[in-house]
């Protein structure tokens, strides 16, 4: 298999909800999680609680790693008993709701402000040049880039402000979305009996977490405390 090609020491294979959490560098035991995973195409909500294995023998001893063990050095791990009795523990999901909404849906809203504002056509290059002042109004209040349409030999400057994208989002619907999204995760962990309040950390992942408005929802629904966006990769 393709495990055994790496020249890694041990590969092991986890879910994702888990893999945010050791990203985030979570790794108690027990947390009840909301990861948001939001990406280029699509928005995953996940309400989990982790599950970590104990301690291997002594206590000074580091916790066993999650998921299933793939490879050990140069040996490929079977599906046996030694494999089954691994009893991987990842994260036990409570509530799970996705819908198809992400980065690319706020590119081609940009593209469609600019062509409905300067006339600027819908094309590649103005496609990566709205992703590009996207990325750059996650860390700066406005962005510029310059498009320069060689049919026609006309130059446009596309300025968009961070105020300006919340407003093409809140057109859209944007945050109506992760509410509704929300609403589902909340009734599916009602009839869990789990409630909302009872979570430990809201973990941000996927680059279009990147975006203020973002995280800014997010903070009109948890405690800031509790919100994670620094390590969305």
């Known amino acids: 298999g393709v495990c055994e090609k790496l020249t890694v020491n041990q590969v092991r294979i986890i879910d994702e909800p888990t893999a ?3 990203g985030y560098g ?4 027990g947390e009840t999680l909301l990861v ?3 990406g280029g195409g699509t928005l995953d909500l996940s ?5 970590f294995a104990p301690a291997q023998s002594e206590s000074s001893q580091p916790k066993s790693p999650l998921g299933f063990l793939l490879k ?17 523990q990842t994260a036990k999901v409570f509530a799970k709701t996705g819908q198809n909404l992400g980065g690319i849906d706020i590119d081609n809203w940009i593209i469609d402000y600019f062509h409905k504002e300067l006339g600027v056509p819908k094309n ?4 990566r040049l709205a992703e590009r002042i996207k990325i750059a ?3 700066s209040e406005s962005a510029t880039e310059v498009y320069f349409n060689d049919q026609t030999f006309e130059s446009y400057d596309l300025t968009l402000t961070r105020s300006q994208l919340n407003q093409i989002l809140e057109q859209q619907k944007f945050f109506t979305n992760l509410d509704s999204a929300l609403d589902r995760i909340r009734q599916q962990a009602t009839r869990q009996n789990l409630d909302l309040d009872q979570i430990d950390a809201i973990l941000l992942v996927g680059g279009t977490s990147q975006i203020p408005a973002v995280k800014d929802w997010a903070l ?6 509790k919100v994670k966006a620094d390590k969305p990769f």
């Not at 050990?72 to 991987?88: C, F, H, I, L």
């Not at 009109?220 to 405390?225: D, I, K, L, R």
């Open 26 to 29: 979570i790794s108690g035991g």
């Open 36 to 38: 948001v995973d939001f």
């Open 124 to 127: 590649s290059l103005v496609t």
């Open 47 to 51: 309400l989990v609680k982790l599950s």
């Open 20 to 22: 945010a959490a050791m």
């Open 137 to 139: 109004l996650s860390s």
């Open 220 to 225: 009109q629904h948890f405690p800031s405390e």
């Open 72 to 88: 050990w050095g140069d040996r490929t791990v079977k599906n046996s008993s030694s494999a089954n009795s691994q009893n991987p």
